[in-house]
């Protein structure tokens, strides 16, 4: 009986030390949807690059899987998958817009690159880091709460001026709503 007693104990602290451990590994937070997250830096772990000042690298998870951003000059969209501290990217497409200088352009691509081989999620407080090339490189995002819950004007109508305009012509709206989470306006 002593022995049996001995053996069930040593297979509970050995089923709680194998839990405690894949829990340091994963997701210390859930993965809040809307949120917007701004790149940081990223590259081979410990030896991170900071993002080209004056470029803004963000990534929005947002409902129905979708995930949308900016890569530095263009505008991205997909869809996403997380189970457990896994993270997959899919279908990423992007507008094709020339870049302001080459290194923001070779810098968008290194993160689109990145996007397509990420693996895990890791979530702490304000901070997102998604690890990507087999774990050997990572992504490191801040939390940009001012965008998130932020009231926003929306066009539900508009036409363009029938003026004869064919540059960049401003839009007449017929109507425009102002709101955010907490309640809508009219204007």
Known sequence: ???ITLLLLSLVVITSACTA????????????VPSQWNLVSFGKAGAE?????GSSITLKFEANDQV???GGCNSYGGKYET?????????????????????????EQRYFEALQTAAR???????????????????NFAKN??????????ALTGAAHGNGCTGNCPAIFKEMRYGSSGGQLGG
């Open 1 to 3: 009986m002593k022995h």
């Open 21 to 32: 451990s894949q829990a340091g590994r994963g997701q210390a937070g859930k993965l809040a």
């Open 49 to 53: 690059t900071p993002v080209i000042e």
């Open 68 to 70: 949308s951003g900016t």
């Open 83 to 107: 189970q457990g501290d896994t993270l997959t990217f899919k279908d990423i497409t992007s507008t094709l817009k020339a870049c302001a200088g080459e290194q923001v352009s070779q810098q």
């Open 121 to 139: 999620i890791e979530i702490a407080a304000d901070n997102l880091t998604i690890w990507y090339e087999g774990g050997q490189s990572k992504l």
């Open 145 to 154: 709460n001012s965008a998130n819950d932020r009231p926003q004007w929306v």
